[in-house]
């Protein structure tokens, strides 16, 4: 069966994914182009829409109490606006040449083609499965979308043991092994990494080590996973290693996610290498006039190391969609790239990161001076002032900021936004030291732990020109 475009000489946008770039994307094209003007048709293959993925691991660990708190808008919403959303149907193949796609309804399995006149794929990513022994078996998770969220749940409610380990302490690795502690699990967190938190310098890494150790869990770095090991009734029993059995009555998989694009790959669409799909300013796939793409599915360009990148986060792919749907519906937007910005949290140690690390740097060739301060969150006087670590890399000569790092407790994290915008306008590390940032002692020191931080790369600079 086969749905041609739209009636009345309407143009028909068709969206893959419901999540933040797709429902973004579908939402603003409705903003700038009503119903009489332009039918939007949105394929989504779970049972949600418009939700914070990020939000998970809180959900999990019981901060956040219901699931439907993570829903920013629903199907019923979305339908309302004029969007024909359909839930629980997976776009099995693009025709490229024919502008249409074919869909597949989960539950009958009944196919159907759909013509469009402009598409937008935002397909997302897929938690990264190794090719491993027992990777499918009872009680092994990957949480990236609300229904794995609700499936680990499920599982947490029903497994009779409390043994949990976690493979991978990348930001889901870490965010989900508090998860568990306050669940009441005993957490192992087996990681290949020298340090968790491979996003930070490894010496940044190691105080997020001690902070994770100091809430009970048990760190194993430095270590390959070569199987998971499961019991005469198909679960999980164990996470094996070259040289130990790690106990697991449940095993979560944090080692990351990859850009779905397999559906675009088949098409011939662009890809780049780290697997997500190419697009230009516009967020148009390369080569196609009539095509977008966003969200966790494409690469960016990173603004400090001039190279296309992989950053998968809730932020881009919701400005993504903004632009994305903007051109669609006949207007202009363009998404200039990203500076490699995120924060995170272990408890109460809050770790924030923001353009390149030492490797970075040294991958593309620039030369650079490093210098890491000790500082407070608030005057060293005032109640509550907590330690603060900043890392900031400088390049050599030019004093160009680089990229900065930061862990500490309360107030650490969002004082990477200072650096982000540093790097945006490519501020050197001196111009940082005159930044007329807000001060009182509740706040802040009077020299800001990011500035002091500039202070010393700006003398670093000065003295190895």
């Excluded at 049972?47 to 901060?63: D, L, M, N, Q, R």
């Excluded at 490894?202 to 048990?218: N, Q």
């Amino acid at each position: 069966m086969s749905e041609a475009r739209g009636d009345g000489g309407r143009e028909r946008l068709v969206v893959i994914g419901g999540d933040a770039a797709g429902m973004s994307a579908a939402s603003q094209a409705r903003r700038l182009r009503g119903p009489d003007e332009l039918d939007i048709v949105a394929f989504e293959r779970g049972h949600f829409t418009s939700y914070s993925a990020c939000g998970i691991p809180y959900w999990v660990g019981g901060e956040v109490a219901e699931r439907d708190q993570l829903v920013a808008r629903t199907p019923e919403e979305h339908r309302a606006r004029g969007i024909d959303l359909r839930l629980r149907t997976e776009v099995t193949e693009i025709d490229v040449a024919g502008q249409r796609v074919r869909a597949r309804d989960v539950d009958s399995g009944a196919e159907s083609w759909t013509s469009y006149d402009k598409l937008v794929i935002a397909t997302g990513a897929r938690p990264v499965r190794p090719d491993l022994s027992g990777t499918d078996a009872l009680g092994v998770h990957g949480v990236q979308t609300l229904d794995d969220g609700q499936a680990l749940l499920d599982t947490l409610a029903g497994v009779h043991g409390r043994r949990a380990v976690v493979v991978g302490a990348g930001y889901i690795g870490v965010e989900m092994a508090e998860a568990l502690i306050n669940r009441g699990f005993e957490v192992t967190v087996v990681n290949r990494g020298k340090e968790p938190m491979s996003t930070l310098d490894p010496d940044m890494g190691r105080l997020v080590h001690r902070a994770m150790e100091g809430l009970g869990i048990t760190m194993v770095n430095d270590t390959e996973v070569t199987g998971l090991l499961t019991g005469r009734d198909g679960r999980v029993r164990a996470v094996a290693t070259r040289d130990a059995e790690h106990p697991a009555d449940l095993v979560v998989l944090g080692i990351g996610v990859r850009p779905e694009t397999g559906l675009a790959g088949a098409a011939g669409l662009p890809l780049g290498a780290h697997g997500g799909l190419l697009t230009d300013l516009a967020m148009r796939v390369r080569g196609h006039g009539n095509i977008w793409a966003g969200g966790d599915c494409v690469e960016v360009l990173n603004l400090v190391s001039g190279q296309e990148q992989y950053v998968p986060l809730g932020t881009h792919a919701n400005k993504h969609g903004q632009v994305i749907g903007t051109n669609a519906g006949g207007g202009y937007a363009t998404f200039p790239g990203v500076v490699g910005t995120a924060v995170s949290k272990v408890c109460d140690l809050e770790i924030a990161r923001t353009g390149l690390r030492e490797k970075d740097a040294r991958r593309v060739g620039l030369r650079f001076e490093t210098v890491t301060v000790e500082s407070t969150s608030r005057a060293g006087y005032y109640p509550g002032a907590a330690p603060m670590t900043v890392k900031m890399l400088a390049e050599h000569r030019t004093g160009r900021l680089l990229g900065v790092q930061i862990v500490g407790r309360e107030g650490a994290a969002k004082r990477v936004d200072i650096a982000v915008v540093a790097l945006t306008a490519r501020m050197t590390v001196e111009q940082m030291t005159a930044l007329d940032l807000g001060y009182a002692p509740p706040f802040s020191p009077v020299w800001d732990p990011v500035l002091v931080a500039a202070r010393k790369a700006t003398a670093r600079v000065r003295a190895a020109a």
